[in-house]
């Protein structure tokens, strides 16, 4: 200690003997120190500044001196300067502020604390201040609210974890949708809130993803306090300190209760008969789809049953819809209590059912079962004091009997309930083929079709697609058709069955989308560049084959000058698409070309919603034979109505065929469908009549004025 004090007493005996050092140390400091500092004099004139000070001006030493610097400040700011400045000099004490300043020379707006003493130097006045800028520490002050603000607010349930996993923070939210208090669950591991729902692997994936990838999200099923089970959007993310160490996990999630109840209406909607309740076109495609496979691994059979009620017609003609309704619920009670447990039952449309019967050891074994059917069908049914009485025809097909797939399997046995009625009605018939003749009869049709290519006889018309509200063409659909030697124009109704499942139908997918793609170019030559694509229908088969995005990218290639996002394919026969995620694939490789997808016909009972929630398609067609019907079926305008809410809910576009008349497209404005194409606004035409009928074409007035 008595070292030290002899030191320091030494160091100032130095001072005095060498004050030239003392000021060159004072100098060093004031200059050195990183806030500016200054002297003023009596009239606010800098005198004295560091060069901090000249930093945060953004101007020379000899710039500030002499200068109140009024000119490089708004007026209102200096005022506000001046103010603190003549306090300091009246009542001769330090004043703390803050103030902002903003000019060119120092940026953007600062926000700064300004210390300012009174010093009186033999009879001068002059005032020293010190200036801290805190431009920044407000802003993270801001931030920071900004986010304990998120916090507290948020909708969603927030939970903050330690690298252990322990909860350290949750908001109001979280206690709102869970039923625990913060109190209740800080410190505990979020298990408590597990549903049981999911087992051990599900929660080894989420850590493992986590860990690996420092964030995890996915829908899973929680508890809530009173022990209710819910499903919630949950999204987890790690937090790491800048040693890369984890410190946190931040899990954001929400109830989506609602949304799982909205989608499991949309999916009843989507599976199930509006009247009836039974199971319609797309649950029944998938049931049989199922059985087939059971029947493969089980090496038995089952029966496809194609139920058509005998004068229902005139019922419904005779007393009214509400009455067939009636009679149409009670006698699909009757047949349901017919079948046997593991039997379905699908009402179609109309007053058409189809059964499927599985596990058949022997076709015998249907027999019992379809005169139940019959019995239940012809029994009297008493509606309103009505008493009515129908029957059915029934046509029956067996699988693996009858080889073919689920869609041949559905026609052959409607082709055998036409042959019960032929017979006499209120009976059944088992669909009977000649294979060798049919198998002809394929043959020659598939010759003629080669030759067909071969000498060019194949040309494509195109239908025009609108936007009814605004009154655009947006497009067209390139629609094939056989300019047969002998038979005239063809439509494709009329060859195409020919080909399907067919390696032809590949090499004919492939010639219309060339020939698509010639003709953009041409009609791109003379100016006419429709605002969104053109559209080909591509068959399942094609559109599986294992070189369908290297076959696309040889046929764009081939045409250079056309932007392949003038290019839309219309997916048809959903039914035949076996595999879903491979054919998602395939398109997500299609649409990083440019190429956008639609999915066709949708609503004929062969488009199950998984299709729409896997395949990456942008655009749903409404099948034109619920559209052409809608006006006078109230089944089919609420098929026509569920497909467009079931795009809305997908985000998709939906566009509806089959428009023939001024009213239909009314009735699909107002149920939200803007889109449309059919013989109302232009039947197919050759491609050279295009571009008049673009250039004339004008929505109908009544059109334009639907809300």
């Not at 109840?261 to 797309?282: K, M, S």
Request: glycine share 6%; aromatic share 8%; hydrophobic share 40%.
């Amino acid at each position: 200690m008595e070292f030290e004090q002899n030191n320091s007493k030494a160091s100032l005996s130095q001072s005095k003997e060498h004050p030239q050092d003392m000021e060159m140390y004072l100098h060093a400091i004031f200059n050195n120190t990183g806030d500016p500092i200054f002297v003023k004099d009596e009239d606010f004139k800098f005198i004295l500044v560091n060069d901090a000070c000249c930093r945060f001006f953004g101007l020379s030493r000899d710039e500030i001196i002499g200068s109140t610097l009024a000119e490089s400040f708004p007026s209102e700011e200096m005022e506000g300067f001046f103010s603190i400045d003549r306090k300091v000099l009246e009542e001769g004490k330090e004043i703390l502020s803050e103030e902002t300043l903003s000019s060119a020379k120092i940026g953007s707006k600062r926000v700064l604390t300004r210390k300012n003493r009174f010093v009186d130097h033999n009879g001068k006045f002059f005032i020293v201040g010190v200036v801290h800028d805190i431009t920044q520490r407000q802003k993270t002050e801001e931030k920071l609210k900004r986010a304990a603000s998120v916090f507290i607010h948020a909708h969603e349930g927030i939970m903050i974890t330690d690298a252990s996993a322990a909860i350290t923070e949750v908001n109001d939210s979280f206690s709102r949708i869970t039923g625990y208090s913060s109190e209740e669950v800080l410190g505990h591991n979020p298990r408590i809130f597990q549903s049981g729902r999911h087992l051990p692997e599900f929660y080894t994936e989420m850590w493992g993803k986590l860990i690996a990838q420092g964030y995890w999200e996915g829908e899973i099923w929680n508890r809530r306090k009173n022990g209710e089970i819910y499903p919630s959007m949950l999204t987890i993310s790690a937090v790491k300190n800048q040693a890369d160490e984890i410190q946190h996990y931040v899990s954001l999630y929400s109830d989506i209760t609602s949304i799982k109840e909205y989608q499991n209406q949309l999916e009843h909607i989507a599976h199930f008969d509006l009247l009836t309740n039974l199971p319609n076109r797309v649950l029944l495609a998938d049931r049989l789809s199922q059985a087939m496979l059971q029947c493969q691994r089980h090496q038995q059979s089952l029966a496809v049953v194609f139920v058509d009620l005998d004068g229902f017609k005139q019922v419904n003609d005779t007393n009214g819809h509400d009455v067939g309704d009636e009679l149409l619920i009670a006698i699909s009670v009757r047949m349901k209590e017919a079948l046997r447990e593991g039997d379905s039952l699908a009402r179609i449309g109309g007053d058409e059912f189809v059964a499927v019967l599985a596990d058949l050891s022997s076709i015998d074994n249907a027999e019992p079962i379809l005169k139940r059917l019959l019995l239940a069908a012809s029994k009297p049914v008493t509606v309103d004091g009505l008493i009515l009485k129908v029957s059915a025809s029934i046509g029956v097909t067996f699988y693996p009997q009858d080889d073919v797939d689920a869609d041949q399997l559905m026609r052959h046995a409607d082709q055998a309930m036409y042959a019960a009625k032929e017979a006499g009605k209120n009976r059944y018939c088992f669909f009977d083929t000649d294979r060798d003749n049919a198998f002809r009869v394929q043959q020659e049709s598939l010759e003629a079709i080669h030759s067909g290519i071969d000498n060019h006889q194949f040309v494509l018309h195109y239908q025009p697609k609108v936007n009814m509200r605004e009154g655009k063409v947006i497009g067209v659909e390139a629609l094939i058709r056989w300019q047969h030697p002998k038979r005239g124009l063809l439509d494709p109704i009329e060859f195409m069955h020919a080909f399907e499942n067919n390696s032809t139908s590949v090499k004919m997918g492939e010639w219309v989308i060339d020939k698509a793609l010639a003709q953009i170019s041409q009609w791109q030559k003379i100016g006419l560049n429709l605002p969104v694509s053109t559209s080909v229908n591509i068959a399942a088969a094609q559109l599986q084959q294992p070189d369908f995005v290297n076959s696309l990218v040889t046929l764009l290639a081939t045409h250079p000058d056309v932007d392949p996002s003038f290019l839309q394919l219309e997916v048809m026969e959903t039914n035949a698409l076996y595999d879903v995620n491979r054919v998602s694939a395939i398109m997500n490789g299609c649409m990083a070309l440019g190429v956008n997808f639609a999915l066709d016909d949708f609503g004929t009972g062969y488009s199950p919603l998984i299709y729409l929630r896997k395949l990456p398609a942008s655009t749903i067609k409404i099948d034109k034979s619920f559209v052409q019907n809608m006006l006078s079926d109230k089944d089919d305008l609420a098929i026509v109505e569920g497909v467009i809410a079931l795009a809305k809910s997908f985000k998709r576009d939906v566009i509806a065929e089959g428009v023939e008349t001024i009213q239909h497209g009314t009735v699909l404005m107002q149920l939200g469908c803007n889109l449309a194409q059919g013989f109302g606004i232009a039947r197919p035409m050759p491609a050279a009549d295009i571009p008049a009928w673009v250039s004339n074409w004008k929505a109908d007035e009544s059109w334009l004025g639907v809300k």
